[in-house]
């Protein structure tokens, strides 16, 4: 039965991240196209505000009198720019014009704003605080010479439509509900074929094996202390206590020890299994204290404690060593 959970939930998560993976190329895929359109958008806005604010302009370059290679064109969109910037210092038209188009167009987003920066000023028709750089999708620049404080930079800004307020995202959940279904109705209809065939083949008959316990062999640490290596086991008297994990994994290392004494590096290498330990840092000597400060609280319940060896690393205290066989 446990077995069947895990097939199933393994199912079920390939399906999720598959799913997933191709929802997030789609969205990806959807932000670039919002994107284009937004610039497509901005183009139409600025030639609309071309028209309405610029009605005649008289535009005279010589090349050969220029004093930069700029080309003649980069410099009469610099002046256009230049003029609309002193008539609309914040660009309240294009900033208008621009979310026109957007509704037009019917481009899914949640807010927008235009930005103009002209003499190292940013204006715009919105508060300055509300412009972020994770908005910014369109930077134009334009220029009619190399001086940066002549440049004039117009930025466009936008915040894409919250997920849940698009239609494709629940078009994507349902589908993705779907797959779960169908996989749940193909997993029952294939146990039901599993199990008409079982009922149609012969009965077999399991070889029962009997069970046959492992033998407990005591080692006798002292007088009244009895522990049994193969299950982790203290005795003594009535008393017991299984020992697991790394707290039977220190003890088995301190017994193996000469002296018991367990030095830190040692801990690193058998029981960690860390190579080429040379010296213990602050995290490892960290990790070691907690997990010996943990086993000194379990045995003392036995009257076994273990001594800290400053530099070094631990002894591990039992009276009367005693290490004869003693199976029982």
């Excluded at 959807?30 to 937004?38: F, T």
């Excluded at 927008?112 to 940013?122: L, P, Y």
């Excluded at 707290?247 to 290392?253: E, I, Q, T, V, W």
């Amino acid at each position: 039965m446990e077995m069947k959970s895990k097939k199933i939930g393994l199912i079920y998560a390939f399906w999720t991240l598959l799913w997933l993976g191709i929802g997030y190329m789609e969205f990806v895929d959807w932000q670039e196209d919002i994107q284009m359109r937004v610039r497509i958008a901005f183009d139409t806005a600025m030639k609309e505000e071309k028209k309405l604010q610029i009605k005649k302009m008289a535009w005279n370059f010589d090349v050969e009198r220029s004093p930069n290679d700029i080309s003649g064109e980069e410099k009469r969109e610099w002046l256009e720019q230049f003029f609309l910037t002193s008539k609309d210092p914040n660009r309240h038209l294009l900033d208008s014009l621009f979310h026109t188009m957007l509704v037009q167009e019917d481009i899914g987003v949640e807010w927008s704003a235009v930005s103009c920066t002209f003499g190292g000023k940013v204006r715009a028709a919105v508060p300055i605080e509300q412009l972020k750089k994770d908005l910014l999708v369109e930077e134009r620049h334009y220029r009619k010479d190399y001086k940066e404080e002549n440049q004039i930079v117009l930025c466009v800004y936008i915040q894409f439509m919250a997920l849940w307020k698009n239609g494709i995202f629940y078009g994507w959940v349902a589908v993705w509900l779907i797959g779960i279904m169908g996989i749940l109705y193909w997993m029952r209809k294939w146990n039901v074929q599993k199990r008409c065939v079982e009922q149609e083949g012969p009965i077999l008959h399991e070889e029962i094996v009997p069970y046959e316990p492992v033998p407990i062999r005591w080692v006798r640490l002292r007088e009244d202390l009895l522990f049994d290596e193969e299950h982790g086991i203290l005795k003594s008297g009535e008393r017991t206590l299984q020992l697991q994990n790394l707290d039977l994994d220190y003890f088995r290392a301190f017994l193996w020890k000469e002296h018991y004494l367990l030095l830190k590096t040692e801990i690193l290498t058998e029981i960690y299994g860390l190579k080429n330990v040379v010296a213990v840092s602050r995290s490892d000597s960290s990790r070691i204290s907690q997990e010996i400060k943990n086993l000194r609280v379990r045995l003392n319940a036995f009257n076994i404690d273990i001594v800290t060896v400053r530099g070094k690393g631990y002894i591990l205290q039992i009276t009367d060593h005693d290490l004869s066989n003693a199976d029982q």
